[in-house]
């Protein structure tokens, strides 16, 4: 089954304690990305992959890093963490055949709260 | 730069309603166009999509058509359920592969 899978799925944890979200797809495809999903704000992007050890900052990156060693693995890295940090994470991958015009595939999210 | 707006809700309707979600969009070049469906704790499932002007994007019973003379992409379904209560998203993809662009998100109350 084509997916995209996140760990954990939810996460309480305190300030300044790193912590790793991990993201992997099965569908071979080049592009993945993080977003942030908080009320109100709809999704707002935290950083993207182009293909393996290419990487770019999103609209919201600072406090995170990624990483992208693997075509079907891309790493969220909270070094640390903040309340402000606190939201619901989505991770989504897509490829760039018929010239761009697919849609993104999303895992399941990981609820993620900072004391 | 590209960016989608899209009506704030909640938006409540009685079952068997209809529906409308307004969805605006400011792109340069030829964007596609996407909704997406969440149901409360899932993410974000692919509804429908639209490549080209004119196009109509369609599926288990939601419409939407693009629509480049008024930059626009509205979400409709003749007769809702209460199995459609969901937060609804527009989004666009446009020139640069690397991005989409989400409106704020539209969420659904369909009452029995």
């Known amino acids: 089954e084509a997916q995209v899978t996140q760990n954990p799925r939810y996460l309480i944890t305190v300030t300044g304690k790193k912590l790793t979200v991990t993201c992997s797809q099965n569908m071979n495809h080049e592009y993945m990305s993080w977003y942030r999903q908080d009320p109100g704000l709809g999704l707002r992007q935290i950083y993207y992959?182009?293909?393996?050890?290419?990487?770019d900052k999103g609209d919201v990156p600072e406090g995170y890093k990624v990483s992208r060693k693997e075509k079907r693995n891309f790493p969220l890295i909270l070094e640390s963490p903040s309340p402000n940090q606190t939201s619901l994470y989505f991770c989504a991958s897509w490829s760039d055949w018929d010239r761009g015009h697919n849609e993104q595939f999303f895992g399941p999210g990981t609820r993620l709260t900072v004391l | 730069g590209d960016s989608v707006t899209q009506m704030e809700g909640p938006v409540t309707l009685s079952e068997e309603a209809f529906l409308t979600i307004n969805c605006t969009y400011t792109?340069?070049?030829?964007?596609?166009l996407f909704w997406y469906v969440q149901y409360p704790g899932e993410g974000l499932q692919l509804l429908l999509k639209?490549?080209?002007?004119?196009d109509k994007g369609s599926n288990k019973g939601f419409e939407a058509t693009y629509r480049k003379e008024t930059t626009s992409f509205h979400l409709e379904k003749g007769s809702v359920q209460v199995s459609d209560s969901a937060v609804y998203f527009c989004a666009l993809k446009g020139g640069n592969f690397n991005k989409f662009y989400f409106g704020s998100g539209t969420k659904l109350n369909v009452k029995p």
């Open positions: 992959s182009m293909n393996v050890e290419v990487t």
């Open positions: 639209a490549t080209k002007a004119d």
């Open positions: 792109a340069t070049g030829y964007p596609s």
